[in-house]
């Protein structure tokens, strides 16, 4: 160690030097709690000590022993001792050097067995007397000075009761020396570093009832469920705020405001993907698209939500079925709803609103019912019965749709109405629509567009107002043909839509 021949600058350089240390020691991370609670500590040590000039000493090693009492609060009583035994600068005799003092301890834990501590304390050190001491001339020799002490150290665990202790110490003394007609007051600064063992006796477990690494002294959530993280004092995470804390949380990245369950997940009652609590349109239909509230998108403005509309290009202002797509009653190529004279003969000449050179418009087009229409009112009945005979199937010669699409053209909604009315007035009886194509394409290809098209005419008469229960939609594909004939005529003859009566209890 060094020593200063000025001993205010040293005793300024030294106190800055511990409060950078200090100052560094106390950023290191207290989270964790104490695991156990200290009551006695008793230590040995080799210190290195320095003396100031006035005491023409050389620095020597000293040997040091220490007993504690620990306080509340993390204070602590702690008493020491050390003998050294220097030489005087101008030779090689040596001095013994005695020193005791009594300090306060305030102990900051790091983690859960360290911990750093500041002192504040007084002692006293008696150099010599008598022997070697007062024939080598050294003024020092006989003096008894008092000083304070101010040091800085740290305790590291090595075991739960065996602790590693470094520690450096500032003693500004102040003392006389000289014979009894001479005394004068000398004043010097005195520097130490010990390095030494500590074991802490009837050291005993902190008690933590609900095992969450938080001691109960320290704990203000005495009740955390196990498996929970918790903070330094021992109160649950919670960083989705979702009300699940961090550990239990299988969904620790939920959105603010969605309502969760127990394990914190989002719920989804009706499948949108938009969690409830956030689901502005929370019993939104299965099937439909939604935007990111959760409400069904309409693209056309149709009224038909996307996903359940099969003609999500609809222009504005046309009607539409159940399955969102426009009619054109009198099939002259203006959509109802847009057409102003919707009566045209078939096959007559329209000009872009739907009239005829002899017709006078019966609307105008802001006439046009904004709510979907999903059928025109038939124009006649059908010549024959609708009602299937148990067990057979019937083709329903007028149901008709776009080519290559599931979208019923305008001329299928007599029969379909016609089949409705019936099925109104039978309310006992169950009917299969069964959807078909012909051979040609892919398998899998005509399997599913005759599923499509035999929901589209389930999805019609529902429409109606006959039960979804009362149907049953499925498509074979081209697996049942009606004629092995593969002209054109043939092909348009498996191209077909089928009804069969259901027996009871099926």
């Not at 504690?68 to 030779?91: D, H, R, T």
């Not at 309409?298 to 222009?315: E, F, K, Q, V, W």
């Amino acid at each position: 160690m060094r020593t200063y021949r000025y001993p205010n600058r040293g005793s300024a350089r030294a106190l800055r030097l511990l409060g950078v240390l200090l100052l560094t020691l106390s950023c290191v991370s207290t989270a964790q709690a104490q695991e156990r609670r200290y009551l006695f500590e008793v230590g040995l040590a080799g210190a290195y000590q320095s003396y100031g000039d006035s005491t023409e000493l050389k620095g020597s090693i000293a040997e040091m022993g220490r007993f504690g009492v620990w306080l509340p609060l993390n204070f602590g009583l702690e008493a020491e001792g050390s003998i050294a035994k220097p030489k005087i600068k101008a030779g090689d005799t040596k001095v013994s050097v005695k020193s005791g003092a009594i300090s306060l301890l305030y102990n900051v834990p790091v983690g859960t067995r360290s911990s750093v501590y500041g002192k504040l304390g007084v002692g006293g050190t008696k150099y010599g007397p008598g022997g070697s001491c007062s024939s080598s001339g050294a003024t020092i020799c006989g003096t008894t000075s008092n000083f304070p002490v101010v040091g800085l150290g740290v305790r590291v665990g090595m075991t739960p009761t065996w602790m590693l202790r470094a520690e450096a110490a500032v003693s500004p003394n102040k003392g006389t020396t000289g014979p009894a007609t001479a005394k004068r007051t000398i004043k010097f600064t005195n520097i130490g570093l010990n390095v030494g063992v500590s074991l802490m006796l009837g050291s005993k477990p902190l008690p933590d009832n609900d095992r969450d690494g938080v001691p109960n002294n320290r704990d203000r959530c005495g009740d955390t469920p196990s498996g929970a993280q918790v903070n330094e004092f021992g109160c649950p995470t919670d960083n989705d705020g979702d009300g699940v804390a961090n550990g239990l949380d299988k969904c620790p990245n939920t959105a603010v405001g969605a309502t969760v369950d127990s394990s914190g997940c989002p719920r989804d009652s009706d499948g949108d993907n938009i969690a409830d609590g956030v689901d502005r349109c929370p019993d939104t239909p299965a099937g439909v698209l939604v935007d990111s509230t959760g409400c069904p998108k309409d693209s056309d403005g149709d009224s038909i939500a996307d996903g359940l509309d099969r003609c999500s290009d609809t222009p504005k202002g046309a009607t539409v079925d159940a399955l969102g797509c426009p009619g054109d009653e009198d099939s002259d190529g203006v959509l109802d709803g847009l057409d102003r004279c919707p009566r045209t003969s078939i096959g007559a000449a329209v000009n872009a609103s739907g009239c005829s050179s002899s017709q006078a418009p019966t609307r105008s087009p802001s006439s046009a019912p904004t709510q979907p229409s999903p059928a025109p009112p038939p124009r006649q009945a059908p010549s024959v019965s609708p009602q299937p005979p148990a067990g057979s199937a019937r083709v329903l010669e007028g149901v008709t749709f776009e080519p290559g699409s599931a979208r019923l053209q305008a001329g299928s909604y007599v029969e379909l109405d016609s089949i409705a009315k019936f099925l109104l007035a039978n309310p006992t009886t169950r009917i299969e629509i069964g959807g078909h194509t012909d051979d040609s394409g892919v398998p899998a290809d005509n399997m599913r567009i005759s599923s499509l098209r035999a929901e589209a005419v389930r999805n019609y008469l529902v429409a109606k107002g006959v039960p979804f229960q009362q149907m049953v939609a499925r498509g074979y594909g081209a697996s049942a043909p009606l004629t092995p004939d593969t002209t054109p005529r043939g092909r348009a003859a498996n191209r077909r839509v089928e009804i069969r009566q259901l027996p009871p209890g099926t």
